[in-house]
């Protein structure tokens, strides 16, 4: 398999390509940043999803298996960049997939996506929960074989191999390593198409949490 990962340089991403090794290709803005996607087992391509257009992604996604939305403007970042990269950049991928013909699509999202923003929360976190829903809502309407996952608060303690991964949980945490392995295995089965999904720490092993999706 080839898997064009956004974001190739993320906290996920970076874990996700561990685990798929050199079947995974990291696209990173920084060239600075090429080095340590090489070391996690990936091959590494230099694209700045804010200033590509959707035919030179194309160029890069021809002939590969799936894409992976892992980017984000990150923390310190303001309004506009949630808007230039957790939506624009999603959809520019998602349309640089329909043009090479890359129909298997998977979307990091946020719990909290596709509902208006928590009442008190600061303008930034409210623009970074309209960007994703507006992310979910354009890869929704496209002919892709897409799935949305929306892990809860993501932490870096080591992961459990143990998840809840269902259309709606209780609000919760869930460490990074756990989120990569859920997208490790939706891109191995193919479960889960054109379904949306909530991602929490839990008692069911990643793959039956997986399987239970079929």
């Not at 090489?38 to 021809?62: F, I, K, N, T, Y």
């Not at 596709?114 to 600061?122: E, I, L, S, V």
Request: net charge neutral; charged share 25%.
């Amino acid at each position: 398999m080839r898997i064009i990962i956004a974001g190739g340089h993320g906290k996920i991403a970076l874990r996700l390509e561990r685990l798929l090794g050199s079947a995974a290709v990291g696209l990173v803005r920084n060239p600075a940043h090429v080095s340590d996607v090489e070391a996690a087992g990936a091959r590494a391509v230099v694209c700045d999803l804010e200033r590509a257009s959707a035919e030179e992604l194309a160029a890069v996604l021809d002939g590969a298996d799936a894409a992976v939305f892992a980017a984000g403007a990150g923390p310190g970042s303001g309004v506009a960049r949630k808007d230039t990269v957790d939506r624009a950049a999603s959809a520019l991928l998602a349309d640089a997939a329909e043009r090479a013909g890359v129909r298997r699509f998977v979307q990091i999202s946020s719990m909290g996506a596709g509902r208006p923003p928590a009442a008190g929360r600061d303008e930034v976190w409210a623009a970074y929960i309209t960007a994703k829903t507006q992310a979910e809502v354009d890869l929704r309407g496209r002919d892709l074989d897409w799935t949305i996952v929306r892990p809860g608060g993501l932490t870096d303690d080591p992961g459990t191999g143990r998840v809840r991964l269902e259309p709606e949980v209780p609000r919760g945490t869930v460490p990074r390593d756990d989120v990569a392995a859920v997208l490790a295995g939706l891109l191995r089965e193919r479960a889960a198409i054109h379904r949306t999904l909530e991602l929490v720490s839990g008692d069911t092993p990643v793959a039956e949490a997986i399987a239970a999706l079929r």
